[in-house]
């Protein structure tokens, strides 16, 4: 599972400056800026917009924690230049995380992507690999226990970073690392932070995974890591609709 905040009460409601993040993004994507390029000033964003500055301001900071736009004091805002292996500048498109299109398209990627990771940790995992797996479900799995939605978050990203590793594949390492980032942008901002509650699942689902991994079991491994993301996208598809047609 890959929900910021499992434990979130489902809410229709999305503050104003979300809502203004999202459109800056659009904006971006509509004016076809490209990594390093300037944006328009704050003023002219609330114009463009029709709304404060402030707003504007928190949905900067926003975008700039989730490293899409850089604010350069004295200079303005920028396009961030730092956008990984999956950004625009590499891939030929803006990943718009309020695009369901695109969110779909990120799960398709992941499940490329992880199923290869487990196929390949399950006849590469080193003792202290396997350790660091088990470990992270366990974290995972007390995070939703104890209902510390941070820890299992933090749990859920070591586990399949640690899966990544042990498949002793770099290239596998850094796609699992920023299909996780662009997907972390999609809830916070698309979202809202709230995608179900897949958490119990998940948990499950992770044990299943690394019990195959364990074994050495290479088709058990992909299954298990396919039916992960598979219900972790029914979640988010679950998620929109009851957004969309409350």
Request: hydrophobic share 45%.
């Amino acid at each position: 599972m890959d929900a910021e905040a499992a434990y979130a009460p489902p809410a229709s409601y999305r503050p104003g400056y979300e809502l203004v993040a999202e459109r800056i993004l659009q904006l971006i994507a509509e004016l076809e800026l490209r990594p390093g390029d300037r944006m328009p000033t704050e003023n002219e964003l609330a114009g463009r917009m029709g709304t404060s500055r402030t707003v504007v301001r928190e949905a900067v900071k926003i975008l700039s924690a989730l490293g899409r736009v850089r604010a350069h004091k004295g200079r303005g805002l920028y396009v961030a230049d730092d956008e990984g292996m999956l950004g625009s500048s590499r891939w030929g498109g803006f990943f718009m995380p309020t695009d369901l299109d695109h969110v779909y398209m990120l799960f398709e990627f992941r499940r490329v992507q992880e199923t290869a990771a487990a196929r390949h940790a399950a006849t590469r995992a080193t003792p202290a690999e396997l350790r660091a797996i088990e470990v992270a479900a366990e974290l995972c799995k007390q995070g939703h226990v104890t209902r510390q939605a941070a820890l299992f978050d933090r749990g859920d990203d070591d586990f399949h970073l640690a899966i990544a590793a042990a498949s002793h594949n770099q290239f596998l390492v850094a796609a699992v690392r920023e299909a996780r980032r662009l997907q972390r942008q999609s809830n916070i901002i698309g979202l809202h932070g709230a995608v179900g509650d897949h958490a119990a699942e998940a948990v499950q689902e992770h044990a299943a995974i690394y019990r195959a991994i364990r074994d050495g079991d290479e088709d058990a491994a992909a299954a298990a890591a396919a039916v992960h993301v598979d219900r972790t996208l029914e979640d988010y598809r679950r998620e929109i609709q009851r957004r969309v047609f409350g």
